[in-house]
C-alpha cells in the first residue's frame, strides 16, 4: 500500500507532510540522507562535512569494491574481510532481508539505476595491524560523481582509520523506499578522527556466563558505533569460566557447567573476529579481590585428568602461608566482601604469585593486546584479618593489623603480581590497568604503582574528590564513572528489595552527556586540578551482570551505547538534545542489522521529529 506521507527537510529536521500538500517526495530514510549537518552519521565526525543533498539510487550488485591499496599482505587480508560485512550490512537495509535467505536486491530496475555504478577504493598508508593507545584511528571519505559512476575513496591512516571510514560510507547508504532499491550521497568530503584513544565497554562473565556467539553480537553492535575496546571481566569469585591450561583446577572447580567455558581456541578466534571490526579485547583477571570459585579446587587437588589442549600443571603447594585464598564463602557475607561469595588471595603465600604467573601466561597467550587489567578492588581487610597465617605473618614482622599495614600488604601484593604480569609478557610491552581505590591515593603510592606505567579504571561517582587526587599523582585516566556509565543500574537490589547498590537507571540523555572533561571541571577541589594532554584516555561503559546474561544483554547495552559511543568519539559541546533524532534514527539502523537495541521512545516520534521533547 502507497504511502500518503512524505518528508521534507526543514532547520535540519524532517518534517512529515501530505504528499498532496509537498512538491517534494521521499522517504524518511531519503530525507535523513539529505537532511542536516552530520545527516545520518553516528557517531557524528569532528573534522570537515560537506556532503550533497543529491542522491544517486543504484543496485547494490553494481556496487564494486577496487583492489585494496594496503603496504601488507595482513592489512589487505583484514581490509578485505571488512568489506565483506560492508557489502553485507547494505543488504541489510532492505526491510525484506532475512539473514542467510535470498537476495531483496535480485530484481530487474530501470536501465537509470541497473547503468549506475558505485566504485569504492580504499587505501591504508601503515601497515600497523594491532590497536593500541597510540594508534591513529583517522580517515578521509571524498565522494564525486561523472556521469552513470560514483567514485567513493576512503583513505585510512592504519587498517582501523579505513574501516571506521567503510563504516561512516555505510551510513551514507540507504534504501530507497520508492525505488525498492538503495541510494548514496553523489558528492562530498568527510575527515574525522576520534578525540579520546579509549573507548569501550566492560563485559563481565562470571556472575552469569555470556557465549562467544552472544559477545559476537556485541562487537558487532561495537563496530557500528566506532566503539574500539572491549574490557573483558572474565572472571571473578563468581565463576572462573577460563581454561587455564597451566591451572586447569581453577576451571574445572570454578566453571557453573562443563558447557560454560571459554577455550583458548576460541578466544584467539574472538580475538581475530573483533579485530577485523576495530575493536581490541582487553582481559581482566581481578585480584587479590574477588577470589573465590576455582580457588578451593587448589586446596583439594594437585592432579586432574588431561583434557584436550591440557598442559598437565606441577603439584601445588599450600603448606607455605596457608591456603590461596583466605574467607571463601565466608559469612556473614558482608563483612568479609562487598556481595556473596566472598573470596580473597593470600598475598603472604608465595605460591600465591606462581600461579598468578602461570594465569598470566594463559592469558596473554590467546588475548593479543597492549593493555592488561589487573583488577584491584573491593579489597576487604576484615577478610585478611581474619586470616591466621596473615595475621602470624603481620605479627612476625612486628607490624600491627591496622588500616595502614593492611594497605601496606595490599600495596606489596600488586607490586609482586605485577612482576609476574612483566615475565609473562616475555618483553612485550604491557600496560597494566587498576581501578581505582583508596590504595591509589596512599602517600608515595607512586613509587610502587609509577604514573608512567599504570592506567587507572575510576568508576566512582562523578563527584568523587579521590578522581583529583589520582590525577594529581599523574596517573592517566580511564572513566566509568557509577552515576553515568554503569548500564546494569536501575533493575533493583538483585538480593532482596530496594533500588539497588549503584541507584537509578542510566538514561541515554545522561550517558550522552557525561563529558569527562566537565566532570574534572567541576570538582569541588580547594586546588585547580593541572591535566596534562592526554591524561583522560577515554572510557567505557560498565555492565555487572548479576541481573543479566545472553537473553537481555543488547537492549541493556544498545542503543546507550551508541550515546556513550558519539561522546567518547566528537566530545560534543552540545547536549543529547542536538543528537536525539539522529540517534533515534541510529537505533533502526542497529535493529536492522541484527542488533536487538531497546526502544527509545514510540515509532510516532521516529516519524514527526522533534514533537516529542518534554520542552
Avoid at 562530498?188 to 559476537?216: E, H, Q, W
Avoid at 586446596?299 to 588431561?306: A, G, I, L, W
Avoid at 547498590?501 to 586546588?527: F, H, M
Wanted: proline share 6%; glycine share 6%.
Amino acid at each position: 500500500m502507497p504511502s500518503p506521507w512524505t518528508y521534507v527537510c526543514k532547520n535540519g529536521t524532517c518534517a512529515k507532510k501530505l504528499r498532496s500538500d509537498s512538491t517534494v517526495i521521499q522517504a524518511l530514510d531519503t530525507c535523513r540522507l539529505r537532511c542536516g549537518r552530520f545527516r545520518a552519521i553516528w557517531p557524528r565526525p569532528t573534522g570537515d562535512v560537506e556532503l550533497s543533498r543529491v542522491v544517486v539510487p543504484f543496485k547494490p550488485q553494481n556496487l564494486r569494491v577496487l583492489p585494496v591499496t594496503a603496504p601488507t599482505d595482513r592489512v589487505r587480508e583484514l581490509l578485505n574481510r571488512v568489506v565483506v560485512e560492508f557489502q553485507a550490512n547494505i543488504l541489510k537495509s532492505h526491510p525484506n532481508y532475512v539473514d542467510g535467505g535470498s537476495n531483496p536486491f535480485d530484481k530487474q530496475y530501470d536501465n537509470l539505476i541497473e547503468g549506475t555504478v558505485v566504485q569504492v577504493q580504499i587505501t591504508v598508508d601503515d601497515p600497523e595491524e594491532r590497536l593500541t593507545l597510540e594508534t591513529s584511528e583517522g580517515y578521509r571519505i571524498d565522494i564525486e560523481t561523472q556521469g552513470n559512476t560514483v567514485t567513493a575513496e576512503v583513505r585510512g591512516d592504519t587498517f582501523f582509520g579505513a574501516r571506521h571510514g567503510l563504516e561512516t560510507l555505510s551510513q551514507l547508504i540507504a534504501y530507497d523506499e520508492q525505488r525498492d532499491t538503495v541510494q548514496i550521497i553523489s558528492a562530498g568530503a568527510i575527515i574525522d578522527r576520534p578525540l579520546f584513544a579509549y573507548r569501550g565497554l566492560m563485559l563481565d562473565t562470571s556472575r552469569n556466563f555470556v557465549s562467544i556467539k552472544g559477545m559476537k553480537k556485541l562487537v558487532d553492535g561495537m563496530s557500528y558505533n566506532k566503539l574500539n575496546t572491549l574490557h573483558w571481566h572474565i572472571t571473578d569469585s563468581h565463576s572462573f569460566p577460563f581454561y587455564s591450561q597451566r591451572v586447569p583446577q581453577l576451571t574445572l572447580y570454578g566453571a557453573y557447567t562443563p558447557e560454560k567455558i571459554y577455550f583458548p581456541e576460541e578466544i584467539k578466534d574472538f580475538v581475530e573476529y573483533s579485530r577485523i571490526r576495530g575493536v581490541r579485547v582487553i582481559p581482566e583477571l581481578d585480584a587479590p579481590s574477588h577470589i573465590s570459585s576455582g580457588w578451593q579446587g587448589l586446596e583439594r587437588s594437585n592432579t586432574v585428568e588431561p583434557g584436550p589442549n591440557t598442559i598437565q600443571p606441577s603439584p601445588v603447594s599450600v603448606s607455605s602461608g596457608g591456603p590461596m585464598a583466605v574467607c571463601v564463602n565466608a559469612e556473614p557475607w558482608n563483612q568479609f566482601c562487598s556481595e556473596p561469595p566472598c573470596g580473597q588471595l593470600n598475598p603472604v603465600n608465595e605460591q600465591t604469585y606462581l600461579v598468578l604467573g602461570k594465569l598470566y601466561r594463559d592469558l596473554l597467550s590467546v588475548f593479543d593486546t597492549d593493555a592488561f587489567h589487573m583488577g584491584g578492588d573491593d579489597v576487604n581487610f576484615n577478610c585478611w584479618n581474619s586470616s591466621k597465617e596473615i595475621t602470624d605473618f603481620l605479627t612476625a614482622q612486628r607490624r600491627n593489623r591496622t588500616e595502614r599495614e593492611f594497605l601496606q600488604l595490599w600495596a606489596t601484593f600488586q607490586r609482586r603480581a605485577y612482576v609476574e604480569l612483566v615475565r609473562a609478557a616475555r618483553g612485550t610491552e604491557l600496560t597494566p590497568i587498576v581501578w581505582a581505590s583508596n590504595l591509589l591515593i596512599q602517600e608515595n603510592i607512586e613509587n610502587i604503582l609509577d604514573p608512567e606505567r599504570y592506567i587507572v579504571h575510576f568508576r566512582n561517582s562523578g563527584r568523587d574528590r579521590s578522581l583529583a587526587a589520582i590525577l594529581d599523582k599523574g596517573y592517566r585516566i580511564v572513566f566509568s564513572n557509577r552515576d553515568a556509565w554503569q548500564f546494569d543500574c536501575g533493575f533493583g537490589d538483585w538480593m532482596g528489595e530496594g533500588r539497588g547498590s549503584c541507584g537509578g537507571y542510566k538514561t541515554w540523555q545522561r550517558v550522552y552527556d557525561n563529558n569527562p572533561l566537565r566532570v574534572i571541571a567541576l570538582l569541588n577541589t580547594t586546588e585547580e586540578i593541572d591535566l596534562q594532554p592526554g591524561q583522560v584516555l577515554g572510557g567505557e561503559a560498565a555492565l555487572w551482570s548479576e541481573q543479566v546474561d545472553e537473553m537481555g544483554l543488547e537492549a541493556k547495552v544498545w542503543p546507550r551505547g551508541a550515546a556513550l559511543a558519539e561522546r567518547l568519539w566528537a566530545n560534543p559541546f552540545s547536549s543529547w538534545r542536538d543528537a536525539a533524532d539522529r540517534l533515534i534514527h541510529h537505533r533502526e539502523r542497529l535493529v536492522k542489522r541484527g542488533i536487538s537495541a531497546d526502544r527509545l521512545q514510540p515509532e510516532w516520534c521516529l516519524q514527526n521529529q522533534g514533537r516529542c521533547s518534554s520542552n
